[in-house]
C-alpha cells in the first residue's frame, strides 16, 4: 500500500475532532505507512507527527490551511492524502491539492486496498447511488465524509516535526459575531438523532391542534437525551402555507431528499410517514425507530427496525419523565 497523510486540524485547547479520529482509523484500515499531519494553533501537542502551528494558524482561513496544507503533503512524500470532510477541510484541500499537482475527491464513505489498488466509494444522486473510483493521479486527497467509519484511538505522537510555513493572507479575523437565536439542536455528534413529522401540528384526537405542547415535548426529549432534532421536508415548509409550524425548525433541520443525510447510532421518527423522500434521508442511520399511529404509513413497510404505532404527545410526554429521572 503506498505512503498515506492523514491530514487534521484542532480546535479550541489543541484537541482534534472525532471526524479526524473516524479518518486516522479509515487510513490505518488500509494498513501500510500511515502519517499524521496537523495544523493549527497548538499542533504541535496533538497527534501529529508532522506539525504546522502558530496563531496564524487557529482560525479557519483559506490562505493559511491550504498553504499548511500543501506543506505537510510535501514534507510526508505521501501519495494518498486522506482528511475528514469538514466545512473547514473541504474549503482549503482543494486548492492545496491543485497546488501539489494533485486530484480531490469528496465525500467518501468507503475505502478499499486490494493488490495495491486503492478504491474509494461514495454515494451519487441524492445518496440513491453507491459509486467506486479509483485514480492513477497522484497525490490522490480524499476527504471522509464524518460518520463513515469508528473513530480510532489516538495518542500524542512520541517525535513531531515541526514545519516552518510562512502564513500570508489579506484576510484578518477580528472576531465572530452571531445574530441572536434559540439554543444549539442540531449536533452532528450526538448518538440519537430525533426527526419532527408534520403530524405534530396537526389537530390531535380532540380535534385542536397543540403546537406550544408540542414544541415543549420536543426540545424537552431534545435537551434531557442530548440528541439532534431534525424534521421532514412538510414540516419545514408549512410555514410558508400559512399553517401552524415549530418555531425552532429550519431549514437546516431538513432530513431527507432535498435535505441532510445524518450518520447517527440511533434514529427516533416521530409522526412521520416514512416516504421515500424522508426516508432516503435516513439511509445511514444504523437503529431506525418510529412513532405513528397509522400501522401502515411508509415506516412499517420495512423502513424502520421498530415501529410503535402509539400516539407521539403519549410516547414523549413519558419518555421525557424516564430520562429526568
Known amino acids: 500500500m503506498e505512503k498515506i497523510l492523514v491530514l487534521v486540524h484542532t480546535v479550541e485547547g489543541g484537541a482534534v475532532p472525532r471526524a479526524a479520529l473516524e479518518t486516522l482509523a ?29 496563531e496564524a494558524f487557529a482560525p479557519a482561513r483559506y490562505a493559511t490551511d491550504a498553504a499548511a496544507c500543501g506543506a505537510l503533503i510535501t514534507a ?7 482528511a475528514p470532510h469538514t466545512s473547514r477541510m473541504g474549503r482549503a484541500l482543494p486548492g492545496a491539492a491543485a497546488r501539489a499537482g494533485g486530484v480531490v475527491d469528496t465525500h467518501i464513505t468507503g475505502l ?6 486503492l478504491t474509494a466509494s461514495r454515494w451519487f444522486y441524492r ?13 490522490w486527497v480524499l476527504l471522509i465524509e464524518p460518520g463513515s467509519f469508528e473513530a480510532a484511538e489516538a495518542a500524542p505522537a512520541a517525535a513531531v516535526t515541526k514545519l516552518d510555513v510562512k502564513a500570508v493572507s489579506k484576510t484578518e479575523l477580528v ?13 452532528p455528534d450526538a ?44 414540516l419545514v415548509d408549512m410555514g410558508s402555507e400559512g399553517q401552524s409550524v415549530l418555531p425552532f425548525l429550519t431549514h437546516l433541520h431538513q432530513i431527507g431528499q ?35 399511529l397509522d400501522a401502515n404509513c411508509g415506516w412499517a413497510r420495512g423502513k424502520a427496525d421498530v415501529l410503535y404505532v402509539a400516539d407521539a404527545f403519549e410516547v414523549v410526554r413519558e419518555l421525557n419523565k424516564l430520562i429526568g429521572s
Open 26 to 54: 479509515a487510513a490505518r484500515s488500509l494498513g501500510g505507512d500511515v502519517v499524521v499531519g496537523v495544523f493549527g494553533e497548538s499542533a504541535g501537542s496533538s497527534i501529529g507527527s508532522l506539525a504546522v502551528e502558530g
Open 76 to 82: 510526508s512524500g505521501a501519495a494518498v492524502v486522506l
Open 112 to 117: 478499499a486496498a486490494e493488490r495495491g489498488t
Open 127 to 139: 445518496q440513491r447511488i453507491e459509486g467506486t473510483i479509483s485514480r492513477a493521479a497522484r497525490p
Open 175 to 187: 472576531g465572530f459575531e452571531s445574530p441572536e437565536g434559540g439554543e444549539q439542536t442540531i449536533r
Open 191 to 234: 448518538e440519537t438523532l430525533f426527526v419532527a413529522g408534520a403530524g405534530w401540528t396537526k389537530k390531535q384526537k380532540d380535534g385542536q391542534t397543540h403546537t406550544p405542547e408540542a414544541g415543549e415535548l420536543i426540545l424537552g426529549f431534545v435537551r434531557a437525551a442530548k440528541s439532534s432534532l431534525g424534521s421532514s421536508k412538510s
Open 258 to 292: 432535498t435535505g441532510s443525510t445524518p450518520r447517527h447510532k440511533k434514529g427516533l421518527a416521530t409522526c412521520c410517514h416514512g416516504e421515500e423522500p424522508h426516508v432516503v434521508g435516513w439511509r445511514f442511520v444504523r437503529e431506525r425507530r418510529a412513532v405513528n
